[in-house]
């Protein structure tokens, strides 16, 4: 039982590149969603799915865009990197979305220069 | 906006001494709290939850008090040892009209323990 898993765990891009971050779930939860994370400014809320099919906006969307494929994955895609992106991003998935705990993987490093 | 937020952004405790980690937040509409444990190079960890109808919960080691009159809460760690070393958030849990559950972070707070 893996848990919540990130691929890649690191990755530099330049100005303008895109690429997707991968997030995989296999505790058969409904509720999945991406966090990014920057120093001082705790996690902050980019994009969440509540259950299969459905996505939202959370706090910070501009310039993301995510995918729910199937109920286990999750991903997360940057279409024209920015050098404000570069930050950890993290993903997670909980049972629910009403009162039950996140279960967050370890981060995806992303550098943007 | 509302916002959930620490009182000291480090602690320094003796190893074998109790921790008092503390956070404000602001919305009185939040129904649901969890503290999460963050190490160097790793997701946040769930420590514990409590529910706006609870004022105390307790696990292993750790006790989680709510306070709604004051918005606040807080987390105690017993007998304080090195592993507990970490960064510390609260999140506290809105679900809006309509929408899913929104989880919102504070800043954190950086624990280090003393040998």
Known sequence: NAGVTQTPK????????????????????????????DPGMGLRLIYYSASEGTTDKGEVPNGYNVSRLNKREFSLRLESAAPSQTSV????????????????????????? | GESVGLHLPTLSVQEGDNSIINCAYSNSASDYFIWYKQESGKGPQFIIDIRSNMDKRQGQRVTVLLNKTVKHLSLQIA????????????????TPPGSARQLTFGSGTQLTVLP
């Open chain 2, 79 to 94: 007998a304080t040892q090195p592993g507990d070393s970490a960064v510390y958030f609260c999140a506290e849990n809105i």
């Open chain 1, 10 to 37: 690191f990755q530099v891009l330049k100005t303008g590149q895109s690429m997707t971050l991968q997030c995989a779930q296999d505790m058969n939860h409904e509720y999945m969603s991406w966090y990014r994370q």
């Open chain 1, 89 to 113: 991003y993290f993903c997670a998935s909980s049972r629910t979305g009403e009162g039950s705990p996140l279960h967050f993987g370890n981060g995806t490093r992303l550098t943007v220069t």
